[in-house]
């Protein structure tokens, strides 16, 4: 018997998953998104794997612009997580009031300086998986990393820290 769509989100929302912020610079604006769907893949080259949505804004912009940042987000961001996941073409610049971020050097997208670690990305690769992407991004810089930093997990729909 098939597994619907319905029950397979059921059964992973029972899995713990880090919670990241991807934002890709478009331009003069700045779009991003939540991903929990993110994966290390490679140590040499480094590689991540990220899951998008295939109709997405941020998929789009991300493949045409070519690089981008990830955030690996912290306790605190529980809101900007939520912020990213409810909009639809939204301004990073906009939904970051009053969190303190910093441009990229090679990518020019938007990371949080206060989160456990930040990413600059080159695309990689990006591999069609039914109705989302499986996007391979090589990280070509690591502008935050702060060890002591308490991170963001998902779990049952939820935002929690992990203490």
Do not use: K, N
Request: aromatic share 4%; proline share 7%; glycine share 10%.
């Amino acid at each position: 018997m098939p597994v619907s769509p319905r029950e397979y989100a059921d059964a992973l929302r029972q899995y713990a998953a880090g919670v990241c912020l991807l934002t890709v610079r478009d331009g003069i604006d700045d779009v991003g998104t939540t991903v929990s769907s993110v994966m290390s893949v490679s140590a040499a080259p480094p590689l991540v794997a990220v899951g998008l949505a295939a109709d997405g804004y941020p998929a789009e912009v991300l493949a045409e612009v070519g690089s981008c940042g990830l955030t690996v987000l912290g306790a605190q961001h529980a809101i900007v997580a939520s912020r990213f996941a409810s909009a639809g073409r939204p301004s990073a610049r906009h939904l970051l009031e009053g969190v303190p971020w910093e441009r990229a050097g090679g990518s020019g997208a938007i990371v949080l300086t206060d989160a456990p670690a930040a990413l600059d990305c080159r695309l990689h690769r990006v591999v069609p998986a039914g109705d989302h992407l499986l996007v391979l991004l090589e990280v070509t810089g690591m502008p935050a990393l702060r060890e002591d930093a308490v991170p963001l997990l998902r779990l049952r729909g939820r935002y929690a820290g992990l203490h």
